[in-house]
């Protein structure tokens, strides 16, 4: 384990959003009640009976090795260039939002096992894991739904929904003290542009005109409680 990631770990219980520096000409003014309050939620850390991780709204469920997160559609989207946004992020270009920390998100990854890496595998650098991206809710009847998130992406090329290969675990970086995707609002794009918790491995995610906003497809209804969830891909091992 790096020193990196091993420091972002021993700080998870601390770490909220960065935030960007205020000018120097114009001194920041101190944060509001409600702003400081969702500081504290997002860095809030419960071991829950059943051996779960909470940390703010990020659950990481031991048993079933994965990680969940409440989110809800973006309406009026008109651009599909971000899979999952934070308020910081482009939220007229996303089909999610999420009021997370991509920072304490990459860590959870870090603690379920997985690697970051490159978003495409080449001869320098290793490919980061895989992971699954679904989205859950529970229906009217009370019974609990789950659907691929690529349902809700139209891939122009084949004009159909994106096939389910997984999205890149490639980990964002940290510039001047800070987690560059906590600034930009990214958790995951299809868009391969800007730093962010995981990243299309399509070859062609630097276009943005390849994947497009599947209006077809019907969401979970207003009221429902949606929640993202992020399941490792088995890793595959050196020469299978």
């Known amino acids: 384990m790096t020193y990196r990631r091993l420091a972002i770990l021993l700080a998870l219980p601390l770490l909220a959003p960065a935030q960007e520096p205020a000018p120097k000409k114009a001194p920041a003014a101190a944060p509001s009640e409600a702003a400081q309050k969702a500081a504290r939620d997002r860095a809030r850390t419960r071991h829950l009976p059943n051996g779960d991780l909470q940390v703010g709204k990020l659950r990481l ?13 973006v309406e009026n989207v008109s651009v599909l260039e971000a899979v999952i946004a934070t308020p910081e ?15 304490q998100l990459q860590a959870m990854l870090y603690l379920l096992g997985l690697e970051n890496g ?3 595998d080449n001869k320098s650098v290793r490919q980061g894991d895989l992971v699954d991206l679904d989205v859950e809710w529970t229906n ?17 090329r084949a004009k159909a929904p994106m096939q389910r290969t997984g999205w890149v675990f490639v980990g964002s970086g940290i510039r001047d003290g800070h987690f560059l995707a ?4 990214n958790i ?19 276009d943005d005109t390849i994947f497009e906003l599947n209006n077809r497809k019907k969401r979970p209804p207003k009221t429902a409680d949606v929640r993202v969830v992020l399941t490792p891909r088995p890793k595959v091992k050196a020469g299978e």
């Open 140 to 156: 009217a009847a009370g019974v609990k739904e789950r659907e691929p998130i690529e349902s809700w992406i139209i891939d122009s």
């Open 61 to 73: 469920h031991r048993r079933e090795r994965c990680i969940s997160f409440p989110a809800e559609f």
């Open 188 to 206: 995951c794009i299809n868009y391969s542009v800007g730093s962010t918790i995981l990243d299309t491995p399509d070859p062609a995610g630097a």
């Open 89 to 103: 992020g482009r939220l007229h270009e996303a089909l999610l939002a999420a009021d997370v920390s991509p920072l």
């Open 118 to 120: 490159a978003r495409i």
């Open 182 to 185: 906590d600034i930009e609002g």
